[in-house]
Nanobody, 123 residues
Framework: QVQLVESGGGLVQAGGSLTLSCAAS????????LAWFRQAPGKEREFVAG????????HYADSVKGRFTIFRDNTKNTVYLGMNGLKPEDTAHYYC????????????????WGQGTQVTVSS
């Protein structure tokens, strides 16, 4: 079992930046691929970014490429999502997810999920 706790969300103006954090506990963090998803009101949950468990390969949704960066710190059991150039359409609840020995891409079945953190971007 893996427990995931997100933090770092908030209200920011368009063009601003935020860094989300997801702290994990319960199992060997370095064995897990990690990803960020988001869900806006009335919309389906969508993949944002992911990072593999071993070679730190990253994947991004087209809508965030060049603006968002996913990175992990295995010494702190934490994965981060750096978000720059935020747009109102980035407003959503952001979730962290984990899967053992995965690639971190959007097609994976992620077994563990956090409760999420809200990001609101004002225009």
């Amino acid at each position: 079992q893996v427990q995931l706790v997100e933090s770092g969300g908030g209200l920011v103006q368009a063009g601003g930046s935020l860094t989300l954090s997801c702290a994990a506990s319960g199992r060997t963090f370095s064995n897990y691929a990690l990803a960020w998803f988001r869900q806006a009101p009335g919309k389906e949950r969508e993949f944002v970014a992911g990072i593999s468990w071993n070679d730190y390969r990253t994947h991004y949704a087209d809508s965030v490429k060049g603006r968002f960066t996913i990175f992990r710190d295995n010494t702190k059991n934490t994965v981060y999502l750096g978000m720059n150039g935020l747009k109102p359409e980035d407003t959503a609840h952001y979730y962290c997810a984990a899967d053992a020995y995965g690639d971190g891409n959007k097609w994976m079945k992620y077994d563990y999920w956090g409760q999420g953190t809200q990001v609101t971007v004002s225009s």
